[in-house]
């Protein structure tokens, strides 16, 4: 943070208020948050966001907003990632629904061409059938009539 601080771990400490994921935007007290950089011997020129009116009133040990800024730009980077993890899951869901759709919109043109060209062949041998009917018929009267005949 500034001179007096040196957080020897590293890690932003935890605050009374509660961890803000990501770039800090208002501390809780309702004032910006600056970057600043790090003077102390444990974090030489590492910059850190902290609550302005914090930092314009030197407060140390205080539960105004301070995080390092390498620390919430990762945490940027994890959101966008889940971020856009989640949306490529939205995009192959819809893919597949999309690529569910046609296919059953193929399937149901083929299965209509399928029946029109079935009851074609239906119809075709419906009259195949009555013309051999009829053939038979007049067979059968042919041969009643000469048996009469003869």
């Known amino acids: 943070m500034s001179n007096e601080f040196g957080n020897s771990s590293g890690a932003s400490s935890a605050r009374a208020r509660g961890r803000v994921v990501g770039v800090p935007k208002r501390c809780w007290c309702g004032e910006l948050v600056v970057s600043l950089m790090s ?15 914090a930092a314009e009133k030197r407060l140390s040990n205080d539960n105004h907003t301070y995080k390092w800024v390498d620390e ?10 889940f971020r856009i993890g989640k949306l490529e899951q939205t995009i192959l ?9 046609k296919f059953e919109e193929l399937e149901l043109k083929l ?13 075709e041998a419906k009259c195949e059938v009555k013309k051999a009917l009829v053939l038979v018929v007049l067979g059968c009267l042919t041969m009643v009539v000469l048996s009469k005949v003869i």
Request: include cysteine; charged fraction near 35%; charge should be negative.
């Open 39 to 53: 003077k102390s011997t444990a974090n030489p020129y590492r910059r850190y966001f902290w609550c302005a009116f």
């Open 93 to 101: 869901a819809e893919r597949g629904e999309e690529e569910r759709k």
């Open 111 to 123: 299965e209509t061409g399928i029946c029109a060209r079935m009851e074609d062949v239906m119809s």
């Open 72 to 81: 919430a730009l990762l945490d940027e980077v994890e959101a966008l990632s």
